[in-house]
């Protein structure tokens, strides 16, 4: 018997049989079924987040997300937090933020700002050149402010709505519209044309582990509140990428009629 299986194809169950599908079609139906899913966990009925209408979906891919943060991120950013001194992870920090600026360039130019083009060009030449390939940020002790965007908020400047939340799964919150503009945000990456490989993907790690170790203490203040995690992270995402996409638009107010300012507020810090 021939167990091998062509590298274009993929295996699926018919009758109690495996039966091989071309990839082209096994692609297809897995988008029809994510498609079908997402259309299921549409929220209805009169207590549904007109920002959130597939919150279902969203709720149950964000228990998948906390239960592979509790399994491995945490437990690996806790451990990389207790091993590297303050002054390394800052370094670390500072690496991945300065690449993040050349890419933040490219959107402020498309989106006409040429202010905050120009600060994010002179960020990554100063801390390039003088702060060791951007482990020191030069830029900020000389005042120059980071202009951080993406291709998601280019698009929402052409015009573009940001469409409903979503999560994604191990990437976490987003939008629709900054779904569909990830890739390009990929392109964008400049750790994209690292080589080899093998280095290439410790950087990803890296970068990732040192995000998710930014994150611990507000994390863990947010474990111990008794609020919905959820509504508060999703509150608290859409209402960053507004300011990001309008800093004007801070008036207190949001554009959600049902919006509760006061919602999942966290209790204070204990001193």
């Given at each position: 018997?021939?167990?091998?299986i062509?590298?274009?194809?993929?295996?699926?169950?018919?009758?109690?049989?495996?039966?091989r599908?071309?990839?082209?079609?096994?692609a297809?139906?897995?988008?029809?079924?994510?498609?079908?899913?997402?259309?299921?966990?549409?929220?209805?009925?009169?207590?549904?987040n007109?920002r959130d209408?597939?919150?279902?979906y969203?709720?149950?891919?964000?228990?998948?997300?906390?239960?592979?943060?509790r399994?491995v991120?945490?437990?690996v950013?806790?451990?990389?937090?207790?091993?590297?001194?303050?002054?390394?992870?800052?370094?670390?920090?500072?690496?991945?933020?300065?690449?993040?600026?050349?890419?933040s360039?490219?959107?402020n130019?498309?989106q006409?700002?040429?202010?905050?083009?120009m600060?994010?060009?002179?960020?990554?030449?100063?801390n390039t050149v003088?702060?060791?390939g951007?482990?020191?940020?030069?830029?900020?002790?000389?005042?120059?402010?980071r202009?951080?965007?993406?291709?998601?908020?280019?698009?929402?400047?052409?015009?573009?709505?940001?469409?409903?939340y979503?999560?994604?799964?191990?990437?976490g919150?987003?939008?629709?519209?900054?779904?569909?503009?990830l890739?390009?945000?990929?392109?964008g990456?400049?750790?994209?044309?690292v080589?080899?490989?093998?280095?290439?993907?410790?950087?990803?790690?890296?970068?990732?582990?040192?995000?998710?170790?930014?994150?611990?203490?507000?994390?863990?203040?947010?474990?111990?509140?008794?609020?919905?995690?959820y509504?508060?992270?999703?509150?608290?995402?859409?209402?960053?990428?507004?300011?990001?996409?309008?800093?004007?638009?801070d008036?207190?107010?949001d554009?959600?009629?049902?919006?509760d300012?006061?919602?999942g507020?966290?209790?204070?810090?204990?001193?």
């Amino acid at each position: 018997m021939n167990n091998n299986i062509h590298p274009q194809s993929s295996v699926t169950r018919q009758g109690g049989a495996l039966v091989r599908l071309p990839a082209r079609r096994a692609a297809a139906a897995a988008t029809l079924a994510l498609g079908s899913l997402m259309l299921a966990g549409c929220a209805t009925g009169p207590d549904a987040n007109p920002r959130d209408p597939l919150e279902p979906y969203n709720r149950t891919v964000t228990d998948f997300n906390d239960g592979v943060d509790r399994a491995v991120l945490k437990p690996v950013a806790t451990a990389y937090r207790e091993v590297m001194p303050s002054p390394v992870r800052t370094g670390v920090s500072n690496f991945f933020a300065n690449l993040g600026d050349i890419w933040s360039f490219v959107n402020n130019v498309l989106q006409f700002r040429g202010s905050e083009a120009m600060d994010s060009l002179v960020r990554f030449n100063v801390n390039t050149v003088f702060g060791l390939g951007g482990v020191l940020d030069i830029a900020s002790e000389m005042g120059i402010p980071r202009r951080k965007t993406d291709f998601g908020l280019t698009l929402g400047r052409w015009g573009v709505p940001t469409g409903p939340y979503l999560v994604l799964p191990l990437l976490g919150p987003s939008t629709v519209r900054d779904t569909v503009a990830l890739p390009v945000d990929v392109q964008g990456n400049p750790l994209r044309d690292v080589d080899p490989v093998s280095a290439r993907n410790q950087l990803y790690v890296l970068r990732v582990v040192d995000k998710r170790a930014s994150l611990l203490a507000a994390g863990n203040v947010l474990d111990t509140a008794a609020l919905d995690k959820y509504s508060f992270t999703r509150d608290v995402f859409l209402r960053v990428r507004s300011l990001e996409m309008d800093p004007s638009s801070d008036d207190g107010k949001d554009d959600d009629s049902s919006y509760d300012p006061n919602a999942g507020k966290l209790p204070p810090v204990p001193n």
